[in-house]
């Protein structure tokens, strides 16, 4: 019976034996009743391709660690009660004012409980990280096809995430009770009774009864520390079990295959580089904690429904939905006595409905546009699939000018211009900005391949004129290296009837070749010509299939180790 | 059972043990390690070792093999100077270790800070104290976390391994026994002969999903939601009050001011629907909104202050434009032409309460609101 502390020490000591002793035991122990083994050493020597985008998502899963740490802190004190007290704590500019018992236990939060500011702070900047990566994640996922085919599903837990992430956040900065909090409550009552038909249902299905009522606290309180985040849980771990399983997606190189993962086993340095990077995660938002004032709560005063302050933002993952509802103009119709607020349902709920709807399809969208329905593990690079990239900085534009919108009032008194002229400016952005932005990028995309072309076909200006006999001057190039051919070239898989003849029969061609070329010198590094002179403005509608295989790249490995 | 024929971790031990056993004896020079570092012989990153091994000992593990054959370790290709030079391994050593013994002193710190540091309560950050906390907080996991880092990226073998990808998809068989397999107990249980169970169950069991239903219906108390939607807390003869308590007389406001009031009810800042804003305009400068003749008192005119946009307070006037800005979305609304709509996405005006002086002097509302207040919603008409 093997065990997984079986592995021999190179110097056994009496202390390592002693430990091994130890660690054996300890092995045994557990293996002969969970029989684990096979899975734990199968699981340390997993192997994890590195690049430094894939830590977006890492970031993600630590900041909600984080999130139930604190957030578990702040439970203790927190009270999810609207019943009226007076305040008498240590902040003396609110003493003797009416608040809510929800408002005062976040103020006793902030100035009475020890350590209180600091863990309310390290949640809320955790909760701003959690969005922050979780969007970035999500485009590094989107502009490397990363959601591909056999990936669609978690990808779809993805979006599913950012959408509760969204939520909980919103539910999060709702419970303080306070000025702030009270008017984003107000808008989000106002949103859910301007849905056609079942509006006025739903928002007193959350509410329990008009605008304020005295219930909706406590069921924000039990959907923000229990129903979302216990979702959000769930959905997390079938996210991390699914990369277990279908093992982790990497970027084109020397060895890497469709069939192949390539990078580090997870035991010992991909597993202390994690755990180290989740403890400086931890450590950076204990400092922006510690130092960086965040909502600060006392500054608004209690929640009262005819108060509001001027400039007033929710958190930055709401601003692109209030940008929304600000650029929209006042449209509405009424009749056979019914009322459609278009001017708030359009922003609201539909921009945003069809937006994570298309986003929640686009997998299957892209396949049925493009026909491309195999497998990929190796990742594109942007400028791979111009289209889909295009698509992406169109939305991004699209995302961009709706959250910046969210704050034309702060652009305007800024700058000291009209609030209506930054509201019509960004109403004409929004209709324009976005074509123009997706017919740039797919220009730079098709721009970047024809410079990757010219890379993998000419070389490296090397800087060397060269006189022929002719006359003409011509500067030599070095070839490229292979690694980085091999990374260039999965953009142009071979396409029959494009290639140079000579090239397409697949031998090496010796031209620009270094003349010693051979074992144990560059040559090993550099490939002579390029196996395919491949389109770079292929179509994706047009990529098949059989396309997609990988024989430039044997090719490429192959005469780099004559 | 007879120990593994060859050890699965064997590539990572073999270079592994201690950073001084792979100095002893040193990696390859550079040239020679560009030689073979490219790795990229089939034998190479084809082999899965282990998977050999599994094979030898006779369960082989197609689906999940911890196959890692090694193709080129990064540090063969760009040797750290750690792997080279012992005197820089034992530096590294010693900033890992004072990284983590910076940890343990940030937590010694904190510890004691949080103990007997002076907490200014009441005062914003509560003076230094809770700065002084995030600090030592971030030194204590930071050290730690560092440190890990580092000694990863600096000390340990980190090879580049391969790892085969299991084939997605079961292969054909198998998925052709699965299928057999649920047909045969759809057969067992006699579905197709007894289509009338199938109906009756669909019925029953679907039935179930509407039993959330009467709660949820419940939770949002609607047989009172339209009436609440309509009706605000003014009544007829109901004085105007000020936040402070004090009711507003004829002539307390000057032309061009502005006043929040609101019904006498207990708690009137929760009565999220009632606040009124009260402004006085020179008579000749106000044009009622149709219908709406009469219920502005000598220039003194009453709005509902709800947005009817989504409801924020419409807060800012703007006392010679009589415009009245709503700071959320920025609705602007012209107080001197019955609050109709001149900018943004609000698309009503704010209705407005009839209001009229009492024998005492005292502004009265004339009754409630003649329309809903507020945000637009289906039922209304």
């Known amino acids: ?562 | 059972m007879t120990p593994p024929p060859e050890d699965p971790k064997g590539t990572s031990a073999d270079a592994s043990g201690s950073i001084r056993d792979r100095l002893q004896a040193p990696p390859q020079p550079p040239t020679d390690a560009e030689t073979s570092g490219s790795g990229l012989t089939d034998a190479a990153f084809q082999q899965t070792d282990s998977a050999a091994a599994l094979a030898a000992r006779g369960r082989s593990d197609q689906q999940e093999s911890s196959s890692a054959g090694t193709v080129a370790s990064d540090e063969q290709m760009h040797p750290r100077k750690e792997d080279l030079d012992p005197h820089e391994a034992k530096i590294a050593e010693r900033k890992v270790a004072s990284l983590f013994l910076l940890s343990f002193l940030a937590v010694l710190g904190f510890c004691v800070w949080y103990l007997v540091g002076e907490q200014e309560f009441g005062q914003p950050n509560n003076g230094l104290f809770t700065p002084i906390l995030g600090v030592l907080l971030a030194l204590a996991l930071g050290g730690v976390g560092a440190g890990a880092v580092l000694w990863a990226k600096l000390l340990m073998v980190d090879e580049e391994a391969v790892q085969e990808r299991h084939p997605f998809g079961s292969p054909d068989d198998e998925r052709a026994a699965t299928a057999e397999a649920i047909q045969k107990g759809l057969d067992d249980a006699n579905i197709k002969r007894r289509p009338l169970l199938l109906g009756t169950l669909a019925v029953g069991a679907g039935s179930l999903a509407l039993l959330p239903l009467p709660f949820a219906l419940g939770m949002g108390r609607w047989q009172h939601k339209e009436r609440e939607l309509e009706t605000t807390a003014w009544t007829e003869g109901m004085r105007l009050y000020r936040s402070n308590g004090q009711p507003v007389r004829l002539g307390d406001l000057q032309v061009g001011a502005v006043e929040s009031v609101f019904p006498d009810v207990p708690h009137p800042q929760l009565r999220a629907d009632s606040p009124v804003l009260l402004i006085r305009m020179r008579p000749e400068e106000f044009t009622p909104a149709p219908g709406h003749e009469g219920y502005d008192y000598q220039g003194h005119i009453a709005y509902s202050s709800i947005c009817t946009h989504l409801g924020c307070p419409v807060k800012l006037y703007e006392q010679r434009t009589h415009h009245l800005l709503c700071p959320c979305h920025q609705s602007t609304f012209d107080a001197s032409r019955g609050a109709e709509v001149i900018f943004g996405p609000a698309a009503r005006r704010l209705p407005q309460l009839a209001i009229s002086v009492d024998e005492d002097g005292y502004f009265v509302a004339n009754g409630d609101f003649d329309e809903p207040i507020g945000p637009s919603y289906w039922e209304r008409a």
């Open chain 1, 1 to 562: 019976m093997t065990t997984s502390g079986s592995v021999a020490t190179s110097r056994p000591s009496r202390a390592s034996t002693l430990s091994g002793n130890a660690a054996n035991a300890t092995g045994r122990w557990v293996d002969d009743r969970l029989g684990s083994s096979n899975f734990v050493r199968r699981s340390l020597n997993k192997v994890f391709p590195d690049h430094w985008s894939f830590m977006l998502g890492e970031i993600a899963l630590y900041s909600f660690i984080i999130l139930l740490l604190s957030g578990t802190y702040l439970a203790f004190f927190y009270t999810p009660s609207l019943a009226e007290v007076v305040y008498d704590g240590s902040f003396t500019p609110l003493v003797g004012v009416e608040m809510s018992e929800a408002y005062e236990s976040t103020l006793n939060i902030a100035f009475d409980v020890r350590g209180g500011l600091i863990m309310r702070q390290i949640h809320h900047w955790a909760a701003l990280l959690f969005v922050v990566s979780i969007v970035v994640h999500l485009m590094r996922v989107f502009f490397t096809g990363a959601f591909r085919k056999p990936r669609e599903l978690n990808w779809v837990i993805g979006v599913l995430l950012l959408i509760l992430a969204i939520l909980e956040g919103f539910a999060g900065y709702s419970l303080p009770d306070d000025l702030l909090s009270g008017t984003g409550l107000r808008i989000a009552w106002s949103i859910m009774l301007a849905v056609p038909v079942v509006g006025t249902w739903v928002a007193f299905l959350f509410f329990g009864a008009e605008y304020p009522g005295t219930e909706f606290l406590d069921r924000l309180y039990i959907a923000h520390v229990f129903i979302v985040p216990l979702i959000l849980l769930g959905l997390i771990t079938a996210h991390m079990m699914m990369i277990w399983y279908q093992k982790h997606t990497q970027f084109a190189g020397p060895g890497r295959t469709e069939e192949n993962v390539v990078g580090s086993r997870l035991y010992p340095a991909y597993a202390a580089k994690a755990g180290g990077f989740f403890f400086l995660v931890f450590a950076v938002l204990a400092a922006m904690g510690g130092l960086f004032q965040i909502n600060p709560v006392w500054l608004y005063g209690p929640y009262n429904p005819s108060q509001v302050t001027a400039g007033s933002q929710p958190d930055w993952y709401v601003g692109w939905l209030d940008g929304a509802t600000r650029l929209m103009p006042g449209w509405e119709v009424s009749g056979l006595g019914h009322t459609l607020a278009i001017n708030v349902i359009v922003p609201a709920v539909v921009i945003p409905g069809l937006i994570f709807t298309l986003m929640l399809a686009y997998p299957w969208l892209e396949q049925r546009f493009t026909g491309d329905r195999d497998f990929h593990h190796i990742l594109d690079r942007p400028r791979d699939a111009p289209v889909r990239t295009a698509i992406g900085a169109m939305s991004l534009s699209f995302y961009l000018v709706l959250w910046i919108s969210g704050g034309n009032d702060v652009i305007a008194s800024i700058f000291d211009i009209s609030v209506n002229h930054t509201t019509y400016a960004g109403r004409i952005a929004l209709l324009l900005l976005p074509p123009v932005v997706y017919v740039i990028t797919k220009r730079i995309c098709i721009g970047l391949q024809e410079s990757d072309k010219e890379l993998v076909h000419h070389g490296i200006e090397s800087g060397t004129i060269r006189r022929l006999p002719s006359g003409e001057f011509v500067e030599e190039t070095v070839p490229l290296p292979v690694p980085y051919r091999l990374a260039l070239n999965k953009v142009e898989p071979s396409e029959p009837g494009h290639g140079n003849k000579e090239l397409a029969s697949g031998e090496p061609v010796p031209h620009g070749a270094p003349s010693d070329g051979g074992h144990g010198d560059m040559t090993q590094w550099v490939d002579t010509e390029p196996k395919s002179k491949k389109g770079f403005l292929r179509d994706k509608s047009k990529r098949r299939a059989a396309e997609r295989p990988e024989p430039t790249r044997a090719e490429l490995e192959g005469s780099g180790q004559q």
